[in-house]
């Protein structure tokens, strides 16, 4: 599927024109073209294919061409030309949130700024606050915006990391010498951003592994080749980790590079505790060696159950394994619906029924279909009328797939008084309402507290999604008193969100713990936007193991007749 990479081709491009100053018609075809290729629902090579690129609208003659080449080379020339005209770091620069190419063009042509470094140093001087237009303030924004800029480079989002651990995985488990392999590190641990990939693996050649891992095609360069051990830089930069041991300390090291570093520091006082002696090949007493092999045999020794790799970070899973309170965690498999996503009628690239169908392979039994509401034009919230339509073509859909109930939702922007962007008589039609903040995220504390606490009040209010508003790399979470929200979340049975998104996957791990402390249901959803989203799934449900959640605590695990959520109106 190339969708993605031609819409990435053409941005930049409109990007490059931009900042060079090009006639504005010309930098929106590309940008207009970035956005159909983007939303198309199938892969652009059957297009292609079928000669039928053509089409597409806003793709012309010339575009035509440039996506054929690009499908068959992976690349385009023009860009690669035009990429000549400009300084590289300029295109890097415009990755810092809240500079756009206007602001670069300025940057580069009056203090010609050529990269972040210049960028940070010029901000940090006070030299910006000059330019027309800028002040102290903006140049502030731009030093946060560095410092997210850096903080998502340091580190991947989970999807990628996923991605790539199990690309690596794949590749190497075909060799016959491999016995064991399994991630390790913070992607075994699931955490929201992982460093590095670590992959350890137990074999009796690690020579002959160490040969075919630093010669694979996604490896750039190779960083340390050992015996046991290499590191390697992948196409994209990212660092991936081989170790391999032998069979019988699988479990030891295992567990040593699984982390956390905090947890394993924990596990060896507790193995000194007992008289023993714990590294990375295994449980000793004295000289022998009691066990290695397995992880579940290492925690035996030591006198603990078994601790789920998402526990693994001294946040109190050795108290409750002493006292066998350890959760038993949510699995993917208890989900049985997704609750909030969004299809063609606002912002979605799929339609209601494509929706459906990936829901249905899923195996789910119920989904909410929950477009923007009117108030978010960028995203093609929906008016009164195309409410209407919208719930027809829900019940055409629920006639004709018995199989699954399909809720007819909306994610309602929640304005910066609270109050919701629909009235109380078309919230009280619907199946199921999510509040949501779009708006006025730099509100301080207290402001967006109430107007969270507000919207729970909202009788018709179900769900409130993507609670922090945090991107990853881009935003950070807005400044909310959990103490005093979740307080009227639970009186008003009102349930907080996982986000599965990668950039989101907020509630993070510590607010679903609280939320769940504090008696407040959570649900898990994708907010997908194209079917294929609605694999993300598994990103939340990783949040949620991490925030000790039982199956109990999350409510898209019931049945649809158990579903307990609040003021659902369910239509037959
Ligand atoms: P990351 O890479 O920052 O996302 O996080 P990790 O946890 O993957 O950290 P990494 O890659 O530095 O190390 C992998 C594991 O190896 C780590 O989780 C625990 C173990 N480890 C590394 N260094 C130490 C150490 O100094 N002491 C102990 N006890 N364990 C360590
Ligand atoms: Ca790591």
């Not at 199938?42 to 597409?56: G, Q, R, T, V």
């Not at 064991?180 to 690690?206: C, H, Q």
Request: neutral net charge.
């Amino acid at each position: 599927m190339k969708n993605k990479l031609i819409a990435e081709i053409f941005r930049d491009i409109t990007q490059i024109l931009e900042i060079k100053g090009e006639n504005f018609f010309r930098v929106r075809a590309y940008e207009k073209a970035a956005e159909n290729v983007e939303s198309l629902p199938d892969d652009i090579e059957a297009f292609a294919k079928e000669d039928k690129l053509k089409d597409i609208p806003g793709i012309g003659k010339d575009l035509e061409e440039k996506i054929k080449e690009i499908i068959s080379t992976g690349k385009l020339k023009y860009l690669e030309e035009l990429k000549k005209d400009i300084p590289e770091g300029l295109l890097e620069m415009l990755n810092v949130p809240g500079i756009g190419p206007k602001t670069a063009k300025l940057l580069y042509e009056k203090l010609d700024i050529q990269d972040v470094v210049m960028l940070e140093r010029m901000a940090h001087a006070g030299k910006i606050r000059s330019l027309p237009g800028m002040g102290e303030k903006t140049e502030e924004n731009i030093l946060h915006g560095i410092e997210l800029f850096k903080k998502g480079r340091e580190r991947l989002d989970l999807k990628i990391a996923t991605d790539v651990a199990g690309s690596f995985v794949n590749q190497l488990k075909k060799l016959k010498e491999v016995k064991n392999i399994d991630p390790a590190g913070s992607l075994r641990r699931m955490k929201e951003s992982v460093r590095d990939i670590d992959i350890l693996i137990s074999s009796t050649k690690p020579e002959k592994i160490m040969d075919v891992f630093t010669k694979l095609p996604d490896v750039k360069d190779v960083i340390a080749k050992g015996p046991t051990k290499s590191s390697v830089l992948t196409k994209d930069d990212i660092q991936v980790d081989v170790r391999v041991v032998d069979k019988s300390s699988y479990g030891a090291a295992l567990m040593y590079f699984t982390g956390s570093k905090e947890h394993n520091i924990k596990l060896r006082q507790l193995a000194i505790k007992k008289g023993l002696k714990l590294n990375e090949y295994g449980v000793f007493k004295g000289e022998k060696r009691i066990a290695g092999k397995t992880e579940e045999a290492m925690y035996k020794t030591i006198g603990l159950s078994y601790i789920e790799p998402e526990l693994r970070e001294d946040r109190g899973e050795f108290e409750a394994s002493l006292k066998d309170r350890l959760p038993h965690l949510i699995n993917i498999g208890d989900i049985k619906g997704d609750l909030h996503m969004h299809s063609t009628w606002s912002d979605g690239a799929s339609s209601i029924e494509e929706m459906v169908v990936k829901s249905r392979e899923l195996g789910y039994e119920y989904i909410a279909i929950t477009d923007h509401s009117q108030g978010l034009k960028i995203a093609r919230g929906l008016n009164a009328h195309e409410l209407d339509l919208k719930r027809k073509e829900i019940e055409r859909l629920n006639k004709k797939y018995k199989d699954i109930k399909i809720l007819f939702g909306s994610e309602v922007d929640i304005d910066s008084d609270g109050s919701l962007d629909y009235p109380d008589s078309a919230l009280k039609e619907m199946d199921i309402v999510i509040g949501a903040i779009h708006a006025g995220f730099k509100q301080p504390s207290a402001v967006i507290t109430r107007r969270i606490i507000k919207a729970c009040q909202n009788k018709y209010v179900s769900i409130i999604a993507h609670p922090t508003g945090r991107l990853w790399g881009s935003r950070d979470a807005y400044d909310i008193d959990f103490g005093e929200v979740f307080k009227v979340a639970r009186d008003t049975n009102t349930a907080f969100e996982i986000n599965s998104f990668p950039q989101r996957l907020d509630l993070n791990d510590i607010n679903a713990r609280m939320a769940k402390e504090a008696g407040v249901k959570i649900v898990i959803n994708t907010d997908s936007h194209i079917a294929e989203h609605l694999n993300m799934m598994k990103f939340g449900v990783a949040v949620a193991r991490r925030g000790w959640l039982e199956k109990k605590d999350v409510l898209n695990t019931a049945a649809f007749g158990k579903l307990r959520l609040k003021k659902l109106g369910l239509t037959e």
